[in-house]
């Protein structure tokens, strides 16, 4: 994945020492602690700050001048021993950005008279002072280590850290309103401003106008030659519809840097169908592919919950994900043919995800243009082209997504599994996929609490640096659902089955 539209990290350290205890502790226990973190991870990803806090408020200052001096996007208070409650919790209040809380152990049985350090004790007033102070931070489920360990920890935020300062400045921009009859990805917008999300909302009139406006541009040959190779097609013999695509392409990264605005970050959502079809004759699901693949995610039908879960998706795992609706069942032929017995999965395990063709070409088997088969249906062929086809590669994955239900609520899902090596004799982009109690993750669950079709997917197992990030965000946890495994129910679940 090329492109810089996710943030890059850099965890100021700062070490706090209460002054009934030696400092000595508090730094020297920060120098093992940065020690150990460069040598496992990438030195850029942390500074430490040389200010040890003592009890005094006048030093909380000067920390926090020397952590935003040195480009400090996200802050580690590290207690080296009890700590100062109220110095170290205001340095969290006044960092803007995302901060962590650890402590350090005790090293050594042979060390507990004047080595003591009672950090274990200090992260309880802590975290009890964060409360006070309505400032929120992330706190590890065990926050208190070793230099080795505690350096673990801050890698383990780098994910939580970058979602929330991604969100903290980005834009999604949105094209359209939803189609007739599909109501099924409207949602408030007032969760967007809570999570200090800007939207821009535009028109289909306003994106097929910029579109027009490129019409002869002198960058569509080598956008459609980049097409081309990424395709494999053979000179001479690329598709007709390539310049087109490469000339909507164009109009929307135009579009990203001319209205981004103050934000750092954009992700996009746009109308696809039907008027798309009418106007632009084409489909934009292989061009949405493209600009995943530069790290910036367009989600389809006006999604724009959908596009907001992908970039999380982004930031949390620094790869391309895909949208994808929760589309059909297995045929029970299929499962009988190519999953029962070879695979540890239930018939009710399994689902097929699929979207017209919008994941990118390095996730799909065999990718390669066609046209959108349902769109066809009402249109002509040749209006429908642009899809991206294949059946989605085979390995780990994490379904989920972040949604504002009805009444401004903040409700999210993620689950753990696996796209299945088994050829889906279908058409768009799709898979098999199989998550544990999946049947009764999608009753009580997805039914259940009202999400919509489309659910967001990373390429791997991430469901815990995403349940912690959508805490820090602010989800509730009890409205993160994930799929439970059996013997233990779901609210409203019968639990006679």
Request: glycine share 8%; proline share 5%.
């Amino acid at each position: 994945m090329t492109g810089s539209n996710i943030p890059k990290i850099k965890v100021g350290i700062v070490a706090v020492s209460r002054d009934c205890f030696p400092a000595s502790l508090a730094e020297n226990r920060r120098k093992a602690l940065v020690e150990a973190y460069t040598k496992k991870y990438d030195a850029a990803d942390i500074y430490e700050c040389p200010v040890t806090i003592i009890e005094s408020e006048t030093d909380m200052v000067n920390a926090l001048a020397d952590i935003k001096k040195a480009d400090c996007n996200a802050l580690c208070v590290y207690l080296g021993n009890f700590g100062p409650e109220i110095s170290e919790t205001l340095l969290a209040k006044h960092f803007d950005g995302p901060k962590m809380f650890c402590a350090a152990a005790e090293e050594s049985q042979n060390d507990l008279m004047d080595g003591r350090g009672d950090a274990y004790c200090g992260m309880l007033n802590a975290s009890y002072n964060l409360a006070l102070r309505n400032t929120r931070a992330y706190i590890p489920e065990f926050p208190v280590g070793n230099a080795d360990e505690c350096a673990d920890m801050i890698h383990e935020f780098l994910p939580v850290a970058r979602v929330a300062e991604g969100l903290a400045n980005l834009k999604i921009i949105s094209f359209g309103p939803r189609p007739a009859n599909f109501l099924a990805c409207n949602a408030p917008i007032k969760q967007l401003y809570n999570l200090d999300v800007e939207i821009e909302e535009e028109s289909e009139l306003d994106l097929f106008e910029a579109y027009t406006k490129h019409e002869g541009d002198a960058r569509i040959a080598e956008v459609a030659a980049d097409m081309a190779k990424e395709m494999g097609y053979e000179a001479g013999k690329e598709p007709a519809m390539l310049p087109k695509l490469a000339q909507y392409e164009l109009t929307l990264l135009d579009w990203v840097e001319e209205h981004k605005g103050y934000r750092k970050y954009v992700a996009l959502t746009t109308k696809c169908w039907p008027a798309f079809q009418d106007m632009f004759k084409f489909v934009p699901c292989y061009v949405n592919s493209r600009l995943m693949r530069r790290g910036i995610p367009v989600s389809c039908e006006v999604d724009i919950y959908g596009t907001l879960s992908e970039y999380i998706g982004l930031c949390i795992s620094g790869e391309e994900v895909t949208l994808l609706d929760i589309n059909n069942s297995v045929p029970h032929d299929m499962y009988d043919e190519s999953i029962k017995g070879k695979f540890d999965y239930k018939f009710t395990d399994t689902f097929m995800g699929f979207h017209c063709g919008n994941t990118c070409s390095t996730r799909v088997s065999n990718p390669h243009l066609s046209f959108q088969r349902i769109m066809a249906r009402t249109h002509p062929q040749d209006w429908c082209d642009g899809t991206i086809e294949g059946d989605i590669k085979a390995g780990e994955i994490t379904f989920y997504r972040l949604q504002s239900t009805a009444d401004a609520k903040l409700r999210a899902y993620a689950a753990e599994g696996e796209v299945l090596p088994v050829a889906t004799r279908s058409f768009g982009g799709i898979g098999v996929f199989a998550i544990k109690e999946m049947g009764r993750f999608y009753r009580h669950w997805l039914i259940g609490k009202n999400f919509p079709h489309h659910g967001a997917v990373m390429f791997g197992h991430y469901a815990k640096p995403l349940y912690d990030a959508l805490k820090y965000i602010g989800v509730e946890p009890s409205e993160i659902g994930y799929n439970k495994p059996a013997g233990t129910l779901f609210e409203g679940e019968n639990p006679w089955g």
